[in-house]
């Protein structure tokens, strides 16, 4: 599996530590191997930090615990933990070791600056408060000087504190003017002297004390979450929370854009006819076209402050064809991202789903208000052919017939529709308990396969609607995305219970599960040629999977 990341940090650590609910998990970053689960706190874990020479870690409790821990790596278990802030302040919220001694460290947050010494015979921990007078700030991000004589503050208000660990004291802040907006959100303490200084506006600013003036900066997408050092910092990345990730030469302060993916649920998937190295994915605003095999970003189509529900290649790969919440249809060409044409005024509560015929000539949408409505579609005209009023809520899944003569329409009304695309009628509908999701032809066309919120799979007879067999599709959370093989030996379905499942058709049972997603599944295919399968998530992941049925 390869995992096109949702997440713009970066590390270079050979051991890692990932922020979770509860536990920190210790990896060995080398082998890709868990080494310890470290459990003591409750609830949310706000910030860890490792010694310098990798002998502790101190970790800090979210709101609900408050405390600060410090673990022996080595011996894989708590040390002394302590409340992180005093009674009368707010919490703490980041922390940062000493950059030469194991037994120091700084913790910061809402009016809370302690610098913190381990006294490790006596398994204790010993507080600090730094003084600032009368000057009261929310912390967001700390950096160590590397001799230890200095470690500075980056608040939400857009300054930067300079406090002595030795005096406790404030030793200078700034700027004075023009501070950085939406704060310091990310700050970098550089060997050579300086600071590397990241805003929420996404500002990353080279400046020195006491004035901090810019000396250096450039502007990236997205606020700054995290900048890491290579080396010396003659070189550095950056992670913003547009799920960026960006190296950037201290020379030149030019940035080279490395690494990308959403930042918002992915709503959809889908690879053009006949081809697997490339598909698209839509989320929120952005429609992106990838490369398969590199999982690099070829393409970016962005439509601001609107949400794409879904999308669909036309059969001779000329126009990508969305569905947005602003009721709009919209084309764009793949290779340029240049709109084609609009179909205004598609549905009243938004487009919700979307397919188009092997032909060209037709696409058929379905809205938020339950319509299905049949367009023939041109480069100069967009016509109206037909509007099938029977659902009664959102439309939520499109198939079309190879020959183009008849459609399946699933929608949250607990029906799915057949239609004569021919005569534009109904010719069947299946009733269930259940909001549906997703819905499939067999290849043979002679049975559909659905799903949706009551987990069940169910197969029904196309020519009288007649359901045939049922299956407990997954033990937790709706089923939300569904696709056959072009064969159809073999299905995929992937939900709320974070799992991919494939399944033998004619048996009716799982043979391989795939976990990796840590958000809800809503959309997954199978790549033409059964080379990969490719799931999306709420959580802004892209899952490529190796096909365990490869033809």
Same mark, same amino acid.
């Given at each position: 599996?390869?995992?096109?990341?949702?997440?713009?940090?970066?590390?270079?650590?050979?051991? =890692?530590?990932?922020?979770?609910?509860?536990?920190?998990?210790?990896?060995?970053?080398?082998?890709?191997?868990?080494?310890?689960?470290?459990?003591?706190?409750?609830?949310?874990?706000?910030?860890?930090?490792?010694?310098?020479?990798?002998?502790?870690?101190?970790?800090?409790?979210?709101?609900?615990?408050?405390?600060?821990?410090?673990?022996?790596?080595?011996?894989?278990?708590?040390?002394?933990?302590?409340?992180? @802030?005093?009674?009368?302040?707010?919490?703490?919220?980041?922390?940062?070791?000493?950059?030469?001694?194991?037994?120091?460290?700084?913790?910061?947050?809402?009016?809370?600056?302690?610098?913190?010494?381990?006294?490790?015979?006596?398994?204790?921990?010993?507080?600090?408060?730094?003084?600032?007078?009368?000057?009261?700030?929310?912390?967001?991000?700390?950096?160590?000087?590397?001799?230890?004589?200095?470690?500075?503050?980056?608040?939400?208000?857009?300054?930067?504190?300079?406090?002595?660990?030795?005096?406790?004291?404030?030793?200078?802040?700034?700027?004075?003017?023009?501070?950085?907006?939406?704060?310091?959100?990310?700050?970098?303490?550089?060997?050579?002297?300086?600071?590397?200084?990241?805003?929420?506006?996404?500002?990353?600013?080279?400046?020195?004390?006491?004035?901090?003036?810019? &000396?250096?900066? &450039?502007?990236? =997408?997205?606020?700054?979450?995290?900048?890491?050092?290579?080396?010396?910092?003659? =070189?550095?990345?950056?992670?913003?929370?547009?799920?960026?990730?960006?190296?950037?030469?201290?020379?030149?302060?030019?940035?080279?854009? &490395?690494?990308?993916?959403?930042?918002?649920?992915?709503?959809?998937?889908?690879?053009?006819?006949?081809?697997?190295?490339?598909?698209?994915?839509?989320?929120?605003?952005?429609?992106?076209?990838?490369?398969?095999?590199?999982?690099?970003?070829?393409?970016?189509?962005?439509?601001?402050?609107?949400?794409?529900?879904?999308?669909?290649?036309?059969?001779?790969?000329?126009?990508?064809?969305?569905?947005?919440?602003?009721?709009?249809?919209?084309?764009?060409?793949?290779?340029?991202?240049?709109?084609?044409?609009?179909?205004?005024?598609?549905?009243?509560?938004?487009?919700?789903?979307?397919?188009?015929?092997?032909?060209?000539?037709?696409?058929?949408?379905?809205?938020?208000?339950?319509?299905?409505?049949?367009? =023939?579609?041109?480069?100069?005209?967009?016509?109206?052919?037909?509007?099938?009023?029977?659902?009664?809520?959102?439309?939520?899944?499109?198939?079309?017939?190879?020959?183009?003569?008849?459609?399946?329409?699933?929608?949250?009304?607990?029906?799915?529709?057949?239609?004569?695309?021919?005569?534009?009628?109904?010719?069947?509908?299946?009733?269930?308990?259940?909001?549906?999701?997703?819905?499939?032809?067999?290849?043979?066309?002679?049975?559909?396969?659905?799903?949706?919120?009551?987990?069940?799979? @169910?197969?029904?007879?196309?020519?009288?609607?007649?359901?045939?067999?049922?299956?407990?599709?997954?033990?937790?959370?709706?089923?939300?995305?569904?696709?056959?093989?072009?064969?159809?030996?073999?299905?995929?379905?992937?939900?709320?219970?974070?799992?991919?499942?494939?399944?033998?058709?004619?048996?009716?049972?799982?043979?391989?599960?795939?976990?990796?997603?840590?958000g809800n599944i809503r959309r997954l295919r199978i790549s033409p040629g059964n080379q990969y399968i490719i799931s999306?998530?709420?959580?802004?992941?892209?899952?490529?999977?190796?096909?365990?049925?490869?033809?």
């Amino acid at each position: 599996m390869e995992n096109i990341s949702p997440k713009a940090e970066v590390a270079e650590l050979e051991l =890692q530590a990932v922020i979770g609910f509860n536990d920190i998990i210790l990896w060995d970053y080398k082998k890709r191997e868990l080494i310890a689960r470290l459990s003591l706190h409750k609830g949310k874990i706000e910030d860890l930090a490792f010694s310098p020479n990798d002998l502790y870690l101190v970790s800090l409790g979210g709101p609900d615990d408050g405390s600060v821990v410090v673990w022996s790596i080595a011996k894989k278990d708590a040390i002394c933990g302590s409340p992180a @802030a005093g009674l009368n302040v707010g919490n703490a919220t980041t922390v940062i070791f000493s950059g030469c001694f194991d037994e120091m460290f700084v913790t910061a947050g809402n009016g809370t600056i302690r610098v913190w010494e381990l006294d490790l015979p006596n398994r204790k921990i010993r507080p600090t408060e730094c003084q600032t007078g009368q000057m009261k700030r929310i912390v967001m991000s700390i950096t160590m000087a590397n001799d230890d004589n200095f470690f500075y503050l980056g608040t939400t208000t857009g300054d930067i504190l300079k406090m002595n660990p030795k005096t406790k004291l404030l030793a200078d802040t700034g700027p004075t003017k023009d501070k950085f907006s939406l704060g310091v959100s990310a700050i970098k303490c550089l060997k050579m002297g300086g600071l590397l200084v990241g805003s929420g506006a996404g500002l990353l600013v080279f400046c020195k004390s006491p004035s901090y003036k810019p &000396i250096k900066k &450039i502007q990236l =997408q997205g606020g700054i979450t995290s900048i890491t050092l290579r080396g010396e910092g003659h =070189q550095f990345f950056v992670g913003t929370e547009e799920s960026h990730i960006y190296r950037v030469n201290f020379t030149d302060f030019k940035e080279t854009l &490395i690494g990308t993916c959403h930042f918002e649920a992915v709503q959809d998937i889908v690879f053009p006819f006949g081809t697997a190295e490339l598909f698209a994915t839509c989320a929120k605003k952005d429609i992106r076209v990838w490369h398969t095999l590199s999982n690099r970003e070829l393409l970016r189509i962005t439509v601001p402050n609107m949400t794409c529900h879904c999308i669909e290649f036309m059969r001779d790969g000329k126009s990508i064809i969305s569905a947005w919440d602003d009721g709009k249809i919209r084309a764009f060409a793949p290779e340029t991202g240049r709109l084609m044409y609009v179909i205004n005024n598609a549905h009243r509560i938004g487009v919700t789903a979307i397919a188009t015929t092997s032909d060209c000539k037709r696409v058929i949408s379905g809205g938020g208000e339950g319509e299905v409505r049949v367009w =023939q579609v041109g480069c100069q005209t967009q016509k109206l052919e037909e509007a099938l009023k029977e659902h009664q809520s959102s439309v939520s899944c499109i198939r079309v017939k190879k020959n183009n003569d008849g459609c399946v329409t699933a929608s949250t009304d607990g029906t799915c529709i057949i239609w004569d695309l021919v005569r534009l009628k109904r010719n069947q509908m299946i009733l269930a308990n259940t909001l549906f999701q997703c819905v499939c032809y067999h290849p043979e066309e002679f049975q559909i396969i659905t799903s949706g919120t009551d987990r069940k799979i @169910a197969y029904w007879e196309v020519f009288d609607g007649s359901v045939i067999r049922e299956l407990e599709g997954s033990l937790s959370g709706s089923i939300n995305g569904m696709d056959i093989s072009l064969e159809g030996v073999h299905f995929v379905t992937g939900g709320n219970d974070h799992m991919v499942k494939v399944w033998d058709y004619n048996e009716g049972e799982v043979t391989h599960v795939g976990v990796g997603h840590s958000g809800n599944i809503r959309r997954l295919r199978i790549s033409p040629g059964n080379q990969y399968i490719i799931s999306v998530s709420a959580d802004g992941a892209i899952l490529r999977w190796k096909c365990p049925f490869a033809s």
